[in-house]
């Protein structure tokens, strides 16, 4: 066993062979707390065991990993790494980057979730899609990520010390997962040089948790020689500069300091200030190359920086001008590193890029304080800079190793967040917005106050004048987008003439200040500016956007009014596709092999059986033959499922949902579909929800009369229709009591099912992403048939 690990971590990186620990890992199972210096390998050591675990103990291991990093600019950086091991490996394994955007990716791992994954992101796109609220990711898409994604995944939280509320959030979902129960077993690793395990306890998570550290047989040979790194503090004479001049008073310090040859890091805690640094060093036109680094910048613009900063330095050698952003993560060396005091914590994790590999002679830590004045501490508390700064007081002129540093005690205060409860969780399971439109903020429990930011996309707005247009512009790709903070954004908005993605309405419409929030997902006008690609985000930037070019997109994700899988397939027959979909079913079922009963099982296949009945429904009929006219159905007696064209349905009335329909005909006594079927409101739900439109909040909405919900009509009738296996199903009727809150309603049965033992948040939802992953699969055959 552990020969085969040895080759497997030489195959993957080239030669390199595992540390003792990193062995252990593969032949004992990953920990739940993994505690080693920065610069020990954590990235592999939690990436290729759980490889090769999965290779010698499938049943035992999950089978997807998703690793969790606090900043963006650290994910594309693991993203090459894992994807560089993989295919030195030769392994099919998938690697996806869950960082927000429209991504073809998104839909192949909800497609086959039967698949082995890698899946690096960001906490905040990680842990918003566990809690049903994903971040720039569409409103019918939540139930299924947080289905799939709280179902047999191991979990890796690297860098802990910076997730803030985060921590506890990842705590709680690993506790109530625990609780509650799920399909597949799920687990989770926190890592961190300075993680304390005592701390890591939470109303649901009070476990003992089981820790790896670094043994004597780790501290030998080449990981010996990085922790026996040293660097040399100093101070930096800055105390009397005032905001003003201190920019340039630090970048005179950095041409001063820097070694030619070598790479210099400057660590600063804001991005204003590290964009102002910058500025100050490019007018003084150094001749060493300058990189600016933070979390503001479009995709290809990180990449593009972020490779200049890995760069190995030549000639004059390189500086990098950096946030946060290169605390954790980024395996980046400096001989000289010029950072802004921080929580001692920051302090550790920085001065793991000075000297990491343990090869610079004479490296250096330079060290000083932000400029006095109003806030001048943030993003950190002030007693935390000022315990930190007589910390380093006492370092003057001493070589110290990381190991030293992270052992000694200085005070750091520890906040208070919110912490997630099992009522917050059993409460977001309700995707609907409430009546004003508004979504439960999700963002306290995983982003700092502080933090808090929006997605924004930049377009060439003043060509399209069209309204309809404008209102059904593609979403943005992954490459567009661009984080920038709420009050920042809020500032441009006034002269951006912005389109804010609005998710009741599933449309672009004029955003207003309001409408930035955490979940926000915004157009704006390239013309008008606020983005550079030197800078990043850039408010006060005039100069015209370049857009990003994007490949021919899809239309807007699925809305509320909107059934785009029903178009573009051809003439599939009702009963074929309810056939076909149950067949996938079952074939997903028996792979996945979930915690569920026989009963629960069929359930969720008999949900498959009639998920899309509803489409007999008169209006239904009516509408798919309207959006046809140049192709008219093959003959007019079949209930057609799928058809050819591309146009959108009209419905009459406005706003049907089929799902609605299917369900109303499923708990009708005649014909009595699920006679004797032991899970009977489980089929109902996961009929009606299978497009993540219908689920437990039932409204009509406000242009419908009284005898209307969702766009089916009291006493409307259905059209007869074929099942599956030939049986012929009469026309019926449809009675919208259900709809009605009270017992007995469609959304009491959703509630039960909730709130079962045996069921419960994260089992429910896994059976409805089975579903919804099976009826994607069943159209893509269908339309590979059609397209034959």
């Known amino acids: 066993m552990p020969d085969q690990f040895h080759e497997l971590v030489a195959r993957a990186t080239g030669g390199q062979q595992p540390y003792p620990y990193q062995s252990r890992l593969a032949l004992n199972g990953l920990p739940e707390v993994l505690r080693v210096p920065t610069g020990a390998g954590k990235t592999l050591a939690a990436v290729l065991p759980w490889l090769h675990l999965r290779r010698s103990q499938p049943a035992e291991t999950p089978r997807w990993l998703v690793y969790v990093l606090p900043q963006r600019a650290l994910v594309e950086q693991v993203v090459a790494v894992v994807r560089g091991w993989r295919d030195r490996l030769g392994s099919d394994v998938d690697v996806h980057v869950l960082m927000g955007g429209e991504d ?8 086959d979730p039967e698949r082995e994954r890698i899946f ?34 191991q979990f890796v939280f690297d860098e802990v010390q910076l997730m803030g509320p985060g921590l506890p959030t990842s705590l709680q979902l690993q506790g109530l997962r625990e609780h509650l129960g799920t399909a597949l077993p799920c687990r989770s690793l926190w890592m961190s040089a300075t993680i304390d395990p005592d701390d890591l306890v939470t109303p649901d998570m009070t476990r003992p948790l089981n820790v790896v550290e670094l043994s004597d047989d780790d501290i030998q040979g080449d990981l010996r020689t990085r922790l026996e790194a040293t660097r040399t503090f100093h101070e930096l004479p800055l105390v009397d500069t005032d905001a003003k001049h201190y920019p340039a008073a630090v970048a005179e310090h950095v041409l001063t300091e820097h070694v030619s ?8 805690n804001t991005v204003e200030r590290a964009t102002d640094v910058y500025l100050a ?50 395996d980046l060396t400096s001989e000289t590193l010029i950072t802004e005091v921080a929580p001692w914590t920051s302090i550790v994790q920085r001065a793991g890029r000075c000297n990491r590999d343990g090869h610079a002679e004479q490296a250096r830590l330079l060290w000083t304080s932000p400029p006095a004045g109003r806030h001048w501490h943030l993003p950190y508390e002030e007693a935390d800079l000022k315990a930190t700064a007589d910390q380093l007081g006492q ?46 903020d999700v963002s306290p429990f995983i982003r700092d106050a502080t933090e808090r930011t929006v997605s924004i996309a930049w377009r060439d707005l003043s060509s399209v004048t069209d309204l309809d247009t404008r209102e059904r512009l593609p979403m943005p790709s992954r490459a567009e987008l661009c984080t920038a903070p709420i009050d920042q954004a809020r500032k441009l908005l006034p002269n951006s003439s912005a389109l804010v993605y609005d998710q009741r309405e599933s449309m672009w419409r004029t955003a207003r ?11 704006f006008d390239a013309t008008r500016g606020g983005y550079s690609p030197e800078i990043g985000f850039s408010p ?17 994700p699925d809305g509320m009014d909107t059934d785009p899988q029903s178009a573009g397939v051809g003439w599939v027959p009702l009963d074929v596709h309810l056939s076909d979909t149950e067949r996938e079913t079952r074939a997903l079922l028996e792979q996945l092999a979930p915690a569920l009963s026989a009963d629960q099982c069929d359930a969720v296949a008999l949900a498959a059986r009639y998920h899309d009945l509803g489409k007999c429904h008169d209006t239904f009929v009516s509408s798919l033959r309207s959006a046809n006219e140049e192709s008219p159905p093959p003959d007019d007696t079949t209930v057609w499922a799928k058809s050819p064209s591309h146009r959108p349905l009209r419905h009459k009335p406005p706003h049907f949902r089929h799902e609605l329909a299917t369900a109303l005909m ?60 030939g049986r012929e199903l009469p026309p019926m009727l449809m009675d919208l009591t259900p709809t009605q809150l009270g017992p007995g309603s469609l959304t009491d049965r959703a509630l039960k099912l909730r709130d079962r033992t045996d069921l419960g948040p994260f089992r429910l939802a896994f059976c409805e992403a089975v579903l919804r992953s099976a009826d994607w699969r069943a159209s893509a055959v269908e339309r590979t048939n059609a397209d034959a």
């Open 395 to 440: 370092l003057e002129g001493r070589h110290v190793t990381g190991s030293e540093l992270a052992s000694l005690d200085v005070p750091q205060d520890v906040p208070v967040h919110p912490v997630l409860r099992r009522r917050d969780l059993l409460g977001l399971f309700d995707t609907a917005p409430d009546l004003s439109g508004n979504d439960i």
């Open 513 to 523: 200040a309001d409408d930035l929030r955490p979940t926000a997902l915004l157009l």
């Open 281 to 330: 060093l490019k007018k003084r036109q150094p001749e060493a190359s300058l990189t600016l680094l933070h979390s503001r910048f479009r995709l290809g613009d990180r990449l593009a920086h972020t490779d200049r900063a890995l760069h190995t330095p030549s000639g004059a050698g390189s500086i990098v001008v950096s946030t946060q952003v290169l605390e954790a993560g980024v």
């Open 540 to 556: 006060t930037s005039k100069a015209a956007v370049a857009p990003v070019a994007i490949p021919d997109a899809d239309p807007l």
């Open 666 to 725: 499923l708990l009708s006594d005649e014909p009595g579909l699920l006679d004797g079927v032991t899970e009977r409101d489980l089929v109902v739900y996961l009929a009606m929800a299978h497009h993540g439109k219908v689920r437990l909040g039932i409204r009509r909405q406000p242009d419908e009369t009284e005898d209307v919900v969702l766009g089916v009509r009291q006493g409307s009738s259905t059209v007869p229709a074929t099942l599956p296996g």
């Open 120 to 153: 690096v992101g960001t906490q905040d796109m990680v842990l918003s899609r566990l809690l049903m609220r994903g971040f720039a990711e569409a409103r019918t898409a939540w139930p299924m990520s947080f289905g799939f994604l709280n179902a047999g995944v």
């Open 104 to 111: 073809p990716d998104d839909r192949a791992w909800k497609t």
């Open 261 to 268: 040859g070598t790479r210099t890091l400057v660590v600063l």
